[in-house]
């Protein structure tokens, strides 16, 4: 299973952005029994969690994104999505998509797979 995210590139703050994961690969059939999450890293810092859709579509956000990030899916597309508004120079970071085979969430050394992630940059 491959994943892809797209969607990353430099923003202003207050901006926008909308990033996506497709999932690929001769598993991807059942990409709607996974759980997909985000993940950011920046520079000099952990891994942290941003958000995750489990399969029973039922979402949890990290406290530094909620109200201004939205997860979603489309199953039919194999992808998932990341709506980033009200952007702040501190959402700087690469972000990561992963799947959970369980379709549950638990903690990112969990996760099944993970995609190479994409650079967003929010400037001052």
């Known amino acids: 299973v491959q994943l892809q995210a797209f969607g990353g590139g430099l923003v202003q703050r207050g901006g926008s952005l909308r990033l996506s994961c497709v999932v690929s690969g001769r598993t991807s059939s059942t990409f709607s029994t996974y759980a997909m999450a985000w993940f950011r890293q920046a520079l000099g810092r952990e891994r942290e969690f941003v958000a995750v859709?489990?399969?029973?579509?039922?979402?949890t956000y990290a406290d530094s994104v909620k109200d201004r990030f939205a997860i979603s899916r489309d199953n039919a597309k194999n992808t998932v999505y990341l709506q980033m508004n009200s952007l702040k120079p501190e959402d700087t970071a690469v972000y990561y998509c992963?799947?959970?085979?369980?379709?549950?969430?638990?903690?990112?050394?969990?996760?099944?797979?993970w995609g190479k992630g994409t650079l967003v940059t929010v400037s001052s």
């Open positions: 859709i489990r399969r029973s579509a039922g979402i």
């Open positions: 992963s799947a959970d085979r369980s379709g549950y969430y638990s903690s990112g050394d969990a996760m099944d797979y």
